[in-house]
T-cell receptor, first 109, second 113 residues
Framework: KNEVEQSPQNLTAQEGEFITINCSYS?????LHWLQQHPGGGIVSLFM???GKKKHGRLIATINIQEKHSSLHITASHPRDSAVYIC???????????FGAGTRLTVKP | KAGVTQTPRYLIKTRGQQVTLSCSPI?????VSWYQQTPGQGLQFLFE???????NKGNFPGRFSGRQFSNSRSEMNVSTLELGDSALYLC????????????FGSGTRLTVV
């Protein structure tokens, strides 16, 4: 079983819709990251969280440490938000980093 | 301000050869981490360097190694290449490691034939 599980795997939305991507993890962590990867491979670090909630523009990330769960929300989605969104956690004495399999988001105009 | 620069962008090597990839972090960033991305395994963490010292290491064989220089530039080396090493290799830099967000490079796409 992967230590980091994301859902859904694929998500198609209409422009303007509110999007939620979920990430659950099974180990104690020191930090959780949300990454965005566009076609061609470029990765952008969106958020790094260890508690609470962060907001940047139309993106909001929350984390519940007790429930070992994080969500990434996109308000007023736009076709340019189409990308793969990846959750990653740092854990363990070695500060190993483990990644979810990603959620492929397609926003249609 | 220049981003994270990885060279080369594309590379084709033969099984058994070795390869060295380079990563120049954002000016002032002292931490560099490396990742491997394949269609089958997704993203996996290779190692992280800070101030020329390896701070963290993922679960990869000893054929994968790296180093960081005094100017924070980093190289990773893969010896005795195998077909399964074909992947996109990404590096990321940050100010001082895991407590900050990361900036990723565009990656080096390695193909082993």
């Amino acid at each position: 079983k992967n230590e980091v599980e994301q859902s859904p795997q694929n998500l198609t939305a209409q422009e303007g819709e509110f999007i939620t991507i979920n990430c659950s993890y099974s180990v104690g962590i020191s930090a959780l990251h949300w990454l965005q990867q566009h076609p061609g491979g470029g990765i952008v670090s969106l958020f790094m969280l260890s508690s609470g909630k962060k907001k940047h523009g139309r993106l909001i990330a929350t984390i519940n440490i007790q429930e070992k769960h994080s969500s990434l929300h996109i308000t007023a989605s736009h076709p340019r938000d189409s990308a793969v969104y990846i959750c990653a956690v740092r854990w363990g004495n070695n500060n190993d980093m483990r990644f979810g399999a990603g959620t492929r988001l397609t926003v249609k105009p | 301000k220049a981003g994270v620069t990885q060279t080369p962008r594309y590379l084709i090597k033969t099984r058994g050869q070795q390869v060295t990839l380079s990563c120049s972090p954002i000016s002032g960033h002292r931490s560099v981490s490396w990742y491997q991305q394949t269609p089958g395994q997704g993203l996996q963490f290779l190692f992280e360097y800070f101030s020329e010292t390896q701070r963290n290491k993922g679960n990869f064989p000893g054929r994968f190694s790296g180093r960081q220089f005094s100017n924070s530039r980093s190289e990773m080396n893969v010896s005795t290449l195998e077909l399964g090493d074909s992947a996109l290799y990404l590096c990321a830099s940050s100010l001082w490691g895991q407590s900050n967000g990361y900036t990723f490079g565009s990656g080096t796409r390695l193909t082993v034939v």
